[in-house]
């Protein structure tokens, strides 16, 4: 490495686009991690309550995974495949039919995508258009699904959606489970909307959310309201899209975000953590009377990632029996009880706690303050980030197999990061 970038940002600075982001929040240069930590150049280690925004649910450089992937390619095995049979995927679709799908009772055909999230939500869309013969799109206040066209078209991040450049359209937005207040049956007015024929909404192809959503601030959709609005769908003949991306793959306490709801999607999409790995992978599953794509009609270059089907394999053994599920809703009620008591011990915050399983956190009422609370963690050594329209909530994504005493240590930072933001606080208002 040559010595003028040694310990520094400059390259960084001086060659990548301004639009990088989370290096300005951690402004340091990483070289190592494992398990719930990671290591700068400097040698100093950061617990990571980011998990690479839900890409790495397992942990950075799960051993078990490591070992696989290491022997696979040591071995010769083929890495890239396009759409072609090979034994990685065999071995990966047989055991996500036995381990997830069949126990679950969910009967679904499984289309591998381009590696991304956004391209899993880009085809749920365009079968969901294909099948149907209609063109809009029902999302939500605050949904968050991706940075291509077609999944900008139905987020909600008003930024975010400017940078598409082009309008963005064939979609409508509708208020998420308790945007308002609680007493606004946000469900009446979707269904008040699709009967009314004053109302200017064509009928649409689907309906697409997030059980939590994830940029979106962290709000999680009740049971009772996830219910009916599969029951709207179904009443109006409307295709129903989970997008489980982030909330997916075990984050909010189960391997789908819904199964608490007791709904069966029409089309889910999941991608970040099913590599396990952090490997670029995604699906989109559908049931099988919406199969109706022509050989070829989706595709994409890197859609056959056998590294990433190798240690996806591996991380479906945490899901052989419900152990794993269990030990996450333990971790996850020790969240809670952590950020209730925030809430309590710092009315300073304003806060009200977010979210459920390990996809928790505090919105503040306070303005910046969530920002100012991250900035003071990573200081400490601990690495988490903030969410919402307008950076409100800080977020705990823990790996979900980060050990207890790594959580609880996680918690004094955040607990000594709020304690010293409120006394600036106080010192700039005296």
């Known amino acids: 490495m040559s010595k003028k970038y040694k310990n520094s940002l400059a390259i960084f600075e001086q060659l990548e686009s301004e639009v990088r982001a989370y290096c300005r929040s951690f402004p340091t240069v990483f070289t190592k991690a494992k398990g719930s930590k990671l290591w700068d150049e400097e040698g100093k280690e950061y617990l990571d309550f980011l998990s690479g925004a839900g890409a790495l649910n397992y942990g950075h450089n799960n051993q078990k995974m490591q070992d696989a992937l290491v022997r696979y390619i040591l071995q010769d095995n083929i890495s890239h495949s396009l759409d072609m049979a090979t034994e990685a995927k065999r071995n990966f679709l047989e055991k996500f039919n036995e381990v997830i799908l069949k126990p679950r009772n969910l009967q679904y055909k499984v289309m591998f995508t381009g590696p991304t999230g956004t391209n899993a939500v880009e085809s749920a869309l365009k079968l969901a258009r294909k099948v149907t013969g209609r063109t809009n799109i029902i999302s939500f206040t605050n949904g968050f699904h991706g940075m291509t066209l077609g999944s900008l078209s139905v987020t909600g991040n008003a930024m975010k959606r400017k940078g598409a450049g082009v309008p963005l359209q064939n979609t409508i937005s509708v208020p998420f489970d308790n945007y308002f207040e609680e ?10 909307i699709l009967e009314d024929s004053g109302s200017g909404l064509d009928k649409p192809a689907a309906v697409i959310l997030e059980t939590v959503q994830g940029e979106g601030g962290i709000n999680a959709a009740r049971f009772h309201w996830l219910k009916r609005i599969e029951e709207v769908c179904r009443e ?36 970040k953590s099913l590599s396990g790995y952090g490997l670029p992978m995604a699906i989109t599953l559908f049931k099988p009377e919406l199969d109706q794509w022509k050989p070829g009609e989706h595709n994409g270059t890197f859609r056959g990632n056998n590294l990433a089907f190798v240690t996806a394999v591996e991380s479906l ?7 794993f599920e269990k030990d996450i809703q333990k971790k996850a009620n020790v969240v809670t009880d952590f950020l209730q008591r925030l809430v309590k011990d710092f009315p300073e915050l304003k806060g009200n706690r977010q979210g459920r399983g390990l996809m928790q956190g505090i919105k503040c009422g306070a303005k910046d303050l969530a920002a100012k609370v991250c900035q003071e963690a990573f200081k400490r050594g601990l690495i988490m980030e903030t969410s919402g329209p307008i950076d409100e909530v800080f977020k705990l994504f823990p790996p979900l197999t980060i050990e207890i005493e790594e959580l609880k240590k996680g918690f004094e930072i955040i607990e000594q990061s709020i304690d010293a933001v409120v006394k600036q606080q106080k010192l700039i208002t005296v």
Do not use: H
Not at 183 to 192: R, S
């Open 183 to 192: 007493d606004f049956d946000t469900v009446e007015y979707l269904k008040q």
């Open 317 to 323: 053994n945490y899901w052989d029996d419900d152990s």
């Open 236 to 271: 109006y003949n409307i295709l129903l899209i989970v997008d489980d991306i982030q909330a997916g793959i075990g984050r909010t306490g189960t391997f789908f975000s819904f199964e608490p709801a007791g709904i069966k999607p029409d089309i889910v999409c999941l991608s």
